[in-house]
């Protein structure tokens, strides 16, 4: 993902994969258009699924676990984390085994969407299950918002549209797209 302020700069979430080939998962970073790239070391996470880039100039990361050739390798330090200086430090605004996906409104930096997959809840600092998120108080507060979707798990995508203030699109695994507008925007 580049920074729309800047695109020499440019995210890119990896996953770890311990079977086979292992490769080492976290987020990478490039200051000079992909000619070069270098890990995120202050960044908790082993696994990252995705990043978001507040209009504010916050880092966004969720992930939490990784595939092992048996199954899952827990991450405990999994959920959504925010960075305000660049990536330099890190804080947990979400505590849970694997949050897929995050999205952070361009047009409001308190308003974060967060997906949580597979039903693994957590006992801090709510009990985080299954499907979409919402704060619309920059996390410290969530509400799970899953009216309407047909499934609670697997999800693909959380988008903000950029051009049409609080639209939000929401991607499955299996059971499609889902639009919502979002009053908060």
């Keep these: 993902m580049p920074d729309p302020d800047n695109f020499d700069v440019i995210y890119a979430p990896v996953a770890t994969r311990l079977a086979g080939k292992p490769v ?12 070069s790239w270098s890990k ?5 996470l082993f696994t990252v699924s995705e990043i978001a880039l507040g ?3 916050a880092i966004y990361a969720s992930g939490g676990y990784g595939t092992t050739s048996s199954g899952y390798k827990i ?5 959504v984390y925010r960075s305000r200086d660049g ?19 361009p047009h409001n930096p308190d308003l974060i969407y967060c997906a949580i997959d597979m039903g693994w809840p957590t006992s801090e600092p709510n009990t985080w299950s299954s499907g979409v998120w919402r704060s619309a108080d920059g996390g410290k507060t969530w ?23 609080g639209e939000v699109w ?3 695994w299996g059971t499609g ?4 507008i979002d009053p908060a925007g």
Excluded: M
């Excluded at 890190?90 to 952070?104: D, G």
């Design 170 to 172: 929401i991607g499955t």
């Design 40 to 44: 995120i070391d202050s960044l908790p």
């Design 24 to 35: 080492p998962g976290g987020l990478y970073v490039s200051r000079d258009s992909a000619r």
């Design 177 to 180: 797209y889902y639009r919502t």
């Design 75 to 79: 991450d405990d330090g999994g959920g």
């Design 87 to 105: 990536g330099q430090t890190w804080e947990q605004i979400v505590k849970a085994i694997c949050a897929s996906n995050v999205a952070v409104s």
């Design 55 to 57: 209009p504010d100039g």
């Design 143 to 165: 509400r799970r918002i899953n009216k309407g979707l047909a499934s609670v798990f697997r999800f693909t995508r959380i988008r903000f549209n950029p051009h049409v203030k």
